[in-house]
């Protein structure tokens, strides 16, 4: 059993208070930069150190009079620090400390995040070997192709989300910087150096280059990166969903006791929980498009972005967090129909094995378009009579010109389909 974390850490980073402690984390950063060039006294930084604070009520209390969060934060830190938090954002602008604090809240949430790919990633390989030899019937259009095994299901989603995982390293890599520049990005009241002290305080890069904000490409680069983790999570989802048809029937959620699937019909057992994720994928995707509107901005800077991203940042990092601690124990505790899935091998009757038929014909030099058209025409018989479609090819006196009836009763056989798992499995790291 994976273990698993509360989604009440992702909540957190969210909430003003933490929110409040990043910012002031970056003023007291900043207040050590300017102590260590000189800048501020010893005496004012201790006394910065040790009495700045906030109350997140009293903020508010206090931007009801200002309409400005930033200066009614300052405001209260003044009322704890007294005559030194004259050095407190001393030669900053707004967006210093708003940029940098989200930086540090996007780190910690993408760590988060990272941590759950990393635990839904080895429930799948653990899946994947578990069902590495499971037959199931391989579909194309909905509509049965060739058999293939359900592990190789889990591999395929496995190997998808090691990609996945890279992009959320590079993801907070990229969001992982700060700045203290100034109201326009140039560094007219404090030097760069005391942009990179600060940032090494608080473990992030400075910024190459900013105006009054970190660029939102690096937002937008993070929030895709959720969304296009949220279309793999959305399509593991859809195949549970199709697979659990009550036609289909080789998988099912997981039915707890007392669990109801409909007001109506009491005989209901819907795959809730896949389908909440394939809509939830959605708000993802909804909220990258947002991120990406954010890039372009008036000038040096507007605030077009902020009230966007106080939406989408908080939503969509803790949607992730709570897409990932679902699909987990739904993985975990998916029922799996294994005789189910080889009674839908079977259910048309042999047809999964015309292409080997065709392929065998073509190695006895026929053409692809004669070969094609003699198995087509018994794969069509097959389909209308419900006969064997072994037994018509057999009976295919046209086919018996190039075919022994040996040759033909080796090519149904279901272990070609299997020869080359492990050399899968053993690409992909499993």
Same mark, same amino acid.
């Given at each position: ?65 200002? !309409? ?42 993408? =760590? ?76 007219? !009241?404090?030097?760069? =150096? ?15 280059? +900013? ?97 966007? $991203? ?80 072994? $037994?018509?090819?057999?009976?295919? $006196? ?8 040996? $040759?033909?009763?080796?090519?149904? +056989? ?17």
């Amino acid at each position: 059993m994976i273990e698993r974390y509360s989604r009440k850490e992702m909540t957190k980073i969210w909430d003003l208070q933490n929110r409040f402690q990043c910012m002031l984390d970056v003023e007291i950063a900043a207040c050590r930069a300017m102590n260590e060039l000189g800048m501020i006294p010893k005496e004012d930084l201790d006394v910065i150190v040790e009495k700045a604070d906030f109350d997140v009520e009293r903020i508010a209390e206090i931007e009801e009079i200002t !309409h400005h969060d930033v200066i009614a934060f300052l405001t209260n830190i003044a009322e704890y620090v007294g005559p030194s938090s004259r050095w407190i954002h001393f030669g900053m602008t707004s967006s210093d400390v708003l940029d940098t604090a989200s930086s540090i809240q996007l780190k910690q949430a993408g =760590e988060l995040i990272l941590r759950d790919l990393q635990k839904f990633s080895e429930v799948l390989k653990m899946k994947a070997k578990e069902y590495k030899d499971t037959l199931c019937i391989g579909r194309s259009h909905g509509i049965h192709a060739e058999p293939t095994t359900y592990g190789l299901k889990y591999a395929l989603w496995f190997d998808e989300m090691q990609r996945n995982i890279t992009r959320m390293e590079n993801a907070i890599d990229i969001v992982s910087v700060g700045q203290i520049s100034g109201a326009v990005g140039n560094y007219a !009241h404090l030097s760069p =150096e005391i942009e990179e002290i600060t940032c090494k305080y608080l473990d992030l890069d400075p910024v190459n280059i +900013s105006t009054q904000v970190i660029q939102r490409d690096r937002i937008s680069e993070f929030m895709n990166t959720l969304a296009i983790i949220g279309t793999t999570i959305e399509k593991i989802s859809m195949e549970i969903r199709h697979l659990q048809r009550t036609e289909v029937l080789e998988v099912e959620e997981n039915f707890s006791k007392g669990q109801k699937g409909s007001s109506a019909m009491p005989h209901k057992r819907n795959p809730i929980i896949t389908e909440r994720m394939c809509g939830m994928a959605r708000l993802l995707r909804s909220n990258a498009i947002a991120a990406l509107e954010n890039n372009a901005l008036w000038h040096e800077r507007d605030i077009s972005h902020s009230s966007v $991203e106080r939406i989408i940042l908080p939503d969509s990092t803790i949607l992730m967090n709570y897409m990932l601690n679902k699909m987990i124990p739904l993985i975990e505790n998916l029922l799996v129909y294994p005789e189910k899935m080889m009674q839908n091998i079977e259910l048309t009757n042999g047809l999964v094995f015309s292409q080997v038929v065709l392929l065998e014909l073509a190695k006895k030099g026929i053409s692809r378009e004669r070969s094609y058209a003699m198995v087509q025409r018994n794969a069509m018989e097959c389909w209308k009579t419900k006969k064997p479609f072994e $037994e018509l090819v057999i009976a295919d $006196e046209e086919i018996h010109e190039f075919l022994t009836e040996v $040759e033909l009763r080796d090519i149904f +056989s279901y272990d070609r389909y299997y020869k080359h798992v492990d050399f899968i499995f053993n690409r992909i790291g499993i």
